[in-house]
C-alpha cells in the first residue's frame, strides 16, 4: 500500500497483509503519501450492503463479531498462508456474484460472506493472543447501551432515547457527546440513535409477521405516520415497501 489507512481517527498499524472490517456508518479513509504516489497498490474491498442480510441467519449473528465495532479498530496482519485462504473466498463470491441470478444466488453468497468472517475471527484470536485491544470507550459504551436499550424493549415503554438522556448516562454534555462522536465516527449522537432504530425496524419488518403498525408502537412511536416518515427519510422506502422486497 501506498500510503495509510485511517479508521476514524485511527491509523492502522499495517501497511501490507491487512484485513480490516468497518460497520454502515463508519469512517475509513486512506491517505496517499506522495513519495510513495507511482506505487501500485494491490488488494480488494468486499462490500455489502446491510440490506443484503435481512431476512437470513447471518443478519441474527453479524452483531456477534466484535471486529464490526468501534471496540476493535486494529487491523488485522495476516501470514501468507491465511490470505490464500482469504482470498479463496473472495474468489468463489466473486463467482457467484458473476453468474446468473437464481434463488440460491443469495444463499450460497451468505454462506461464503459467513465463512470468511469466521475464519477472521479465529485470526483475530489468534493476533489478540500477544496484541492488546486498544477501545474507544465512549463508542464501545454507546454501542452497548443502544443495543441493551433496544433489544430489552425499553423503547416500547419509553419511547425513543433523547440525546440529553444519553449525556446524562454519560456524564457528559449533549454537545460534548456528539463532538466527540463526530470527531470519530461521522455521526451525532442522534444519529447513531436513528440507525440503531434502523436496524431494529428492519429485523421486525423481514423476520417477523407483525404489522408496521404495532413495529412502530413496540420501537416507541405514538403514531405509526412518524415512524413511516422516518423510516422513510433515511431508507428512501416505505416500512411496507422494505417488507415486500424479502416477500
Not at 434463488?103 to 475471527?121: T, V
Not at 425496524?201 to 413495529?215: N, Q
Not at 431508507?235 to 415497501?241: I, N, R
Request: with cysteine; aromatic share 12%; net charge negative.
Amino acid at each position: 500500500m501506498c500510503g495509510k489507512f485511517r479508521y476514524g481517527q485511527q491509523e492502522y498499524d499495517f501497511d501490507e497483509g491487512v484485513l480490516s472490517f468497518i460497520g454502515p456508518g463508519q469512517i475509513f479513509s486512506i491517505e496517499v503519501l506522495h513519495d510513495q504516489a507511482t506505487t501500485n497498490p494491490s488488494g480488494w474491498l468486499l462490500l455489502v450492503h446491510p440490506d443484503f442480510l435481512w431476512s437470513t441467519s447471518l443478519s441474527k449473528v453479524i452483531k456477534g463479531y466484535d471486529f464490526f465495532g468501534y471496540a476493535v479498530h486494529e487491523s488485522l496482519f495476516l501470514s501468507e498462508k491465511e490470505e490464500i485462504a482469504i482470498l479463496e473466498i473472495v474468489h468463489n463470491i466473486k463467482l457467484e456474484y458473476n453468474n446468473n441470478i437464481d434463488k440460491y444466488s443469495q444463499g450460497i453468497m451468505i454462506s461464503q460472506i459467513e465463512l470468511l468472517l469466521n475464519y477472521a475471527e479465529r485470526f483475530y484470536n489468534r493476533q489478540f493472543i500477544t496484541r492488546q485491544i486498544s477501545n474507544h470507550k465512549v463508542l464501545e459504551k454507546l454501542e452497548q447501551w443502544l443495543h441493551d436499550y433496544f433489544e430489552t424493549d425499553q423503547v416500547a415503554a419509553k419511547g425513543l432515547p433523547s440525546v440529553q438522556h444519553i449525556s446524562d448516562e454519560f456524564h457528559m454534555s449533549p454537545n460534548y457527546l456528539s463532538t466527540l462522536l463526530k470527531s470519530l465516527t461521522g455521526q451525532s449522537t442522534k444519529q447513531h440513535i436513528h440507525q440503531k432504530l434502523l436496524e431494529r425496524a428492519k429485523e421486525k419488518l423481514s423476520g417477523t409477521a407483525l404489522s408496521v403498525s404495532e413495529i412502530a408502537y413496540e420501537l416507541g412511536f405514538e403514531h405509526p405516520q412518524s415512524f413511516n416518515k422516518l423510516f422513510k427519510s433515511k431508507t428512501k422506502m416505505t416500512p411496507l415497501e422494505f417488507r415486500r422486497s424479502y416477500n
